[in-house]
């Protein structure tokens, strides 16, 4: 079992930074995926940013491509995203998720088997 746990939400003006962590911690499972999604109230999970759990460019929503930056940090197990020049419309909670597989479509909620609790992001304007 994998356990994922977000850290680093909060408030912040608009044009402003945030980091956000997610720990992974579990034994005996592997993992080849790693997602980024956030959650708008009344609004539906949407794809944020995906990185492979071994290394290589990330992938990015059209909505933060140029201002948020996925990474891995690889002696903590921990994967960031960066968040620049934030938006109020980046208000949301911030969930990441593990997927065991290489994903058909890594943009998509289904394929991630595992979830962190989220955390909150709001920008003000």
């Known amino acids: 079992q994998v356990q994922l746990v977000e850290s680093g939400g909060g408030l912040v003006q608009a044009g402003g930074s945030l980091s956000l962590s997610c720990a992974v911690s579990g034994r005996g499972v592997i993992i080849d995926d790693m997602g980024w999604f956030r959650q708008a109230p009344g609004k539906e999970r949407e794809f944020v940013a995906n990185?492979?759990?071994?290394?290589?460019?990330?992938h990015y929503a059209d909505s933060v491509k140029d201002r948020f930056t996925a990474s891995r940090t690889w002696a903590k197990n921990t994967v960031t995203l960066r968040m620049d020049r934030l938006k109020p419309e980046d208000t949301a909670v911030y969930y990441c998720?593990?997927?065991?597989?290489?994903?058909?479509?890594?943009?998509?909620?289904?394929?991630?088997?595992?979830w962190g609790q989220g955390t909150q992001v709001t920008v003000s304007s």
């Open positions: 990185i492979r759990w071994s290394g290589g460019a990330p």
């Open positions: 998720a593990a997927s065991n597989r290489r994903p058909a479509n890594w943009s998509r909620v289904y394929e991630y088997d595992y």
